[in-house]
């Protein structure tokens, strides 16, 4: 990647270690959705559509979070290494 033209970057095939992140990402916003949907439904008394709306808003709300962050996220994390 680091052999890759800046302008090219976006066009080349991600690595695997970019693969993983995204599937970790995906499944602990996936997770933190439905903890936020199976709390409204028990906790807060709501119905079952109010319930699949909300998850659909804390799904996208959560991924939205971590894409905005994302250069934030990586450059730590390329420190850590």
């Not at 800046?6 to 992140?21: E, G, H, M, V």
């Amino acid at each position: 990647m680091k052999d890759t033209p800046q302008c090219l970057r976006s066009y080349a095939p991600p690595t695997r270690d970019k693969i993983f992140i995204w599937c970790a990402v995906i499944a602990g916003c996936g997770i933190m959705a439905l903890l936020g949907r199976h709390a409204a439904i028990t906790r807060f008394g709501t119905d079952e559509f109010t319930g699949n709306v909300l998850f659909a808003v804390f799904f996208v709300l959560s991924v939205g979070l971590y894409c905005g962050f994302q250069s934030v996220i990586e450059d730590v994390f390329n420190r850590l290494q």
